[in-house]
């Protein structure tokens, strides 16, 4: 399938370049043709496996580097970034951008990296270079939010733990005790009362907070042992990594240590399989691998193995106030994902209004793309739900696939991907829809016209150009 094929071209030009060949020459040691191969780098042809082989082989390098090397993170990162308010009398389409990459990735790098170092919008400090979470996130996306060497480590894992008994809490209790000397004990709220778990290594227990719901529990216990069966991997990656900043290091660990989990309770082939046979019916999924909606959202983010690649599913995860509290863009490049801001029309933000329901909404932005969006509120792990404080702590969670690849979901049966979608923007600030009844803001840098004789039904008249 498309989606399958490899478009590295920034990263082939590169490794020509940084070895000193022409293109008629790299052409020459490959064995193909000089155009052929101006093709591939100016991202019009896919590069063949074969060829890949071939690569890798005559020039030393590691093939897992071809990826994720884009300048700027590719075109769409690029047009994330070009979304800030402050580029928005510019007007800059998508084809200009893959001009831009296929003439410039030089310049586009830089343009990325200025960008992100002022925190964009023109302002001075406080960018990615300063926020360990982003530092933690933009490494995430580096990778898509899919780490293959965990989720082979962790499905070796899950089968041979399905060998030892069909519970698999019982199975990881068993696991701990046996290879790692650890017992679980579940202690009251009266001795927990700040906690959700605690390592306790003088007693050698993993203690678990009655707060934890089933799912929850089988969470933490993976979790646990992922400290100590994958640390090898996970140290792998970390150092690759390259942190400067050691809590955008622990961050990211933490993730990869949630990643494992995740993929020890949903096993990639078979949580694929359960995704494809049902439809990416997510209480299905749920009730199969005993797992919780916003464990099995996250794990959808996630797969992306080659040769078996799922839906390539986005998340993003809000309080009731709006603030953002995650967000995974995993393979879905999608804009929605990394917007500063939100719109008010895209029902994520009606989620907490309808408890345990999940919303179904097609969504048009100003750009033309479609996506089908899946919404729905979550408590917050081990929130109280009885007793004075119990104020209830909340999140919604938004899921979203492009509509033109939505046609094997369940939930968007009966949604025509070329129909009536709802049209939304990237927030007020960013949005130039003229005609949003619901807008609050006039767009940044256009000019606000205000009449006396005249009220259009949106309050907020702006200049077109």
């Known amino acids: 399938m498309a989606r399958d094929k490899l478009f590295a071209g920034h990263a082939v030009r590169r490794l020509r370049r940084r070895t000193g060949l022409t293109q008629a020459a790299m052409a020459e040691m490959l064995a193909i043709s000089p155009s052929y191969l101006n093709l591939i780098e100016r991202n ?27 300048p700027g993170g590719g075109a769409e990162a690029l047009r994330r970034r070009l979304a800030d308010p402050l580029f928005a ?77 069909a519970d698999l809490y019982g199975a990881l209790v068993e696991r701990l005790r046996v290879r790692h000397g650890l017992s679980i004990r579940i202690l009251p709220v009266e001795v927990l009362p700040d906690l959700l778990r605690r390592l306790d290594l003088h007693a050698r ?25 994958a640390r090898t991997e996970i140290d792998a990656l970390a150092r690759g990594a390259g942190f400067a900043d050691r809590t955008a290091e622990r961050l990211f660990r933490q993730h990869l240590l949630g990643y494992f989990a995740g993929a020890v309770m949903m096993p990639y082939a078979r949580f694929l399989r359960a995704c494809e046979a049902s439809g990416y019916e997510l209480p299905i999924l749920e009730r199969r691998f005993g ?20 839906l390539p599913f986005f998340l993003i995860r809000i309080d009731r106030a709006g603030q953002l509290a995650e967000r995974l863009g995993g393979a879905s490049g999608a804009v929605l994902a990394e917007a500063a801001g939100r719109c008010p029309l895209w029902r994520l933000h009606h989620a907490f209004d309808r408890p345990g329901t999940t919303g179904v909404q097609l969504v048009e932005l100003e750009d033309g793309a479609r996506w089908i969006t899946l919404t729905r509120s979550t408590p917050a792990p081990g929130a109280p739900t009885v007793g004075p404080e119990a104020v209830p702590v909340e999140y919604a969670i938004g899921l979203g696939v492009a509509a033109a690849q939505a046609a094997s979901l369940h939930a968007a049966r009966g949604l025509d991907p070329a129909g009536a979608a709802t049209p939304i923007g990237l927030g007020c600030r960013a949005c130039l829809r003229a005609d949003c009844l619901q807008r609050s803001a006039p767009p940044a840098g256009r000019a606000r016209i205000v009449q006396d004789r005249e009220r259009g039904l949106s309050p907020f008249r702006f200049a077109e150009g």
């Open 291 to 310: 797992a919780s909606f916003d464990q099995v959202a996250r794990r959808l983010t996630t797969m992306q193995r080659v040769g078996a690649r799922g």
């Open 205 to 229: 227990q993993l203690q678990l907070s009655e707060r934890l719901a089933p799912a929850e529990r089988i969470f933490a216990l993976a979790h646990q042992l992922g400290q100590v069966e």
């Open 44 to 70: 019009q042809r896919a590069l063949p496996a074969a060829l890949l082989v071939a690569m890798a082989e005559r020039f030393d390098f590691d093939p897992r580097g071809l990826g994720g090397g884009d």
């Open 89 to 165: 009398d510019l007007a800059i389409d998508r084809h200009e951008v893959e001009e831009w990459l296929a003439a410039a990735p030089g310049g586009a790098e830089a343009f990325a990296r200025a960008f992100d170092r002022i925190g964009g919008g023109g302002a001075s400090g406080g960018g990615e270079d300063d926020d360990p979470m982003l530092l933690a996130r933009r490494e995430i996306d580096r990778w898509r939010n899919h780490f293959a060497d965990l989720d082979a480590m962790a499905e070796a894992l899950a089968d041979e733990l399905r060998l030892s008994g």
